[in-house]
């Protein structure tokens, strides 16, 4: 019965449709309505409802020169008229205002402005349906403009339409999206990613949160900290509040005399949990005086090991095998021994295994030392320093877990005077018991260094005193040549 009578009804609407197109006294408008409705009606006859809206080009079939501009805008003194309804759709503010007062007819948009307040009539024009093109300097004024208008759908999409952050647009971003209480996760995580690209000048610029967000963020990647000690040191100097970010300093990465310099000017009432927490790390770290050093003031501070993990932004670099000489094989596009950029040397080799090998470290080569007591691979820098802050070993493709890999060793740096420094030492490391397996590991007081060492001590998991790894890789920064 229901299938005959829709079977009525659709042939009663197509007759009607036909009369219509037929009879050329009909005008055109009243089919194309009537069409329309028939669509319409058809829609909402079906079992599933389906939603349906005007589109919003219609907009621009009003004419707002012939409607009464009876509301005023006033930027810097200067006035913009535009209908009521415009300013509702421009401003939640007056929205929101105009609710509980409908005879609200101005609104201040701000006092001063430090560019041309001309501008305000791209804002609206864009509330009267225009298509506009806006060039990089209207887009940040509308920014703000929009900012004081509380419109935060308007300022997302602005804000979206930035080219991709940089070291030159982020702290701006930033700003921009904070002040208009839009999310600001993405900046945060790219200025805590590369902290170091930026000038403290310019993280000067932001306030307290954002700073504290960018410290404390698990993406902060530091290649030396005492950057961040004496940034902060700085803040707190021409502001004590900011003295609290001193609980995201890692202690154990400071120098002596960062420390003494921390002691002698924080005092202990000022001490939170957060900061107790930070010197704790340093307290429980062992401190070994190596004898060859004795008299020295060098000390080595060693934590957990898993504590070299702790930054993921350090663990995703060093993952993925991009460091030193990954970046120097790029630039030179070669074998960098062969090369002269860096001198390989060890203390003997055997098996045709020669220590530059390991500078492949994208192909299967090894090295294989003699059999001799605590032997050791050199480094050498032609014309330049490195500041390590870490560095990767990989094992060889022979054998399985109890084959010769490499279980105990101790990092050296020298210096250009060629003095030698103690960067790292590992004992009984498990994770190097196997075929082609890696480990990374990090450098907790970087020197800068003409030469780095990496000697094997005592027996290799085999029991032996061959040292054989296959890669490899050494993490920071280059410095300028010493030429």
């Not at 090295?367 to 500041?387: A, G, H, M, Q, R």
């Amino acid at each position: 019965m229901v299938n005959e009578v829709n079977k009525l009804k659709f042939s009663c609407q197509s007759k009607i449709i036909n009369f219509l197109i037929n009879d050329r006294n009909v005008k055109k408008e009243i089919l194309i309505n009537y069409h329309l409705t028939y669509k319409f009606v058809k829609i909402y006859q079906t079992d599933k409802m389906k939603p349906f809206k005007l589109s919003s080009q219609g907009w621009r079939n009003i004419h707002f020169d012939c409607h009464e501009r009876d509301f005023t805008f006033i930027v810097a003194g200067r006035e913009f008229s535009c209908n009521k309804l415009i300013a509702d759709y421009l401003s939640p503010n007056v929205s929101n205002q105009r609710l509980t007062d409908s005879t609200i007819s101005s609104y201040s948009v701000c006092e001063q402005c430090e560019f041309d307040v001309n501008e305000f009539k791209y804002v609206i024009a864009l509330g009267e349906g225009e298509k506009l093109e806006l060039d990089e300097k209207t887009r940040i004024h509308l920014i703000q403009f929009f900012a004081a208008l509380g419109n935060h759908s308007v300022l997302s999409k602005l804000v979206e339409d930035e080219d991709q952050l940089n070291q030159t647009n982020a702290i701006s971003i930033l700003l921009q999206r904070a002040s208009s209480s839009l999310p600001i996760d993405k900046e945060i995580s790219f200025i805590a990613e590369n902290f170091d690209d930026f000038h403290h000048e310019e993280l000067e610029k932001l306030d307290f949160p954002e700073i504290q967000s960018i410290l404390s963020s698990p993406s902060l990647f530091i290649e030396d900290e005492e950057a961040v000690f004496n940034f902060v040191c700085h803040l707190a100097s021409k502001d004590e509040s900011f003295s609290s970010l001193f609980e995201f300093v890692d202690f154990r990465n400071l120098s002596i005399e960062s420390v003494r310099s921390f002691l002698s000017l924080y005092s202990f009432e000022k001490m939170n949990i957060g900061i107790w927490n930070a010197i704790k790390c340093r307290l429980l770290c062992d401190v070994k005086i190596p004898e060859e050093e004795t008299g020295s003031d060098f000390l080595i501070l060693s934590g957990d090991r898993d504590s070299i993990f702790s930054s993921p932004a350090l663990k995703k670099e060093i993952s993925e095998w991009h460091g030193i000489f990954d970046k120097l094989s790029n630039q030179y596009q070669g074998n960098l021994d062969d090369l002269g950029v860096v001198k390989t040397t060890s203390s003997g080799y055997s098996f045709a295994s020669p220590p530059c090998n390991v500078l492949d470290f994208h192909r299967s080569n090894y090295f294989y030392s003699k059999d001799t007591e605590n032997p050791w691979i050199e480094f050498e820098f032609s014309d330049f320093l490195v500041l390590p802050i870490g560095y990767s070993l990989r094992t060889s493709k022979l054998g399985e877990e109890n084959w010769s890999h490499i279980r105990s060793w101790i990092v050296y740096g020298y210096d250009f005077d060629d003095k030698r420094y103690v960067l790292d030492e590992q004992n009984d490391v498990e994770d190097m018991k196997g075929s082609m397996v890696s480990a990374t590991f990090r450098i907790r007081d970087p020197i800068q260094c003409k030469r780095i060492r990496i000697q094997q001590v005592g027996k290799n998991w085999a029991g032996l005193n061959f040292m054989v790894l296959s890669a490899i890789e050494i993490y920071g920064k280059i410095l300028d040549s010493m030429l």
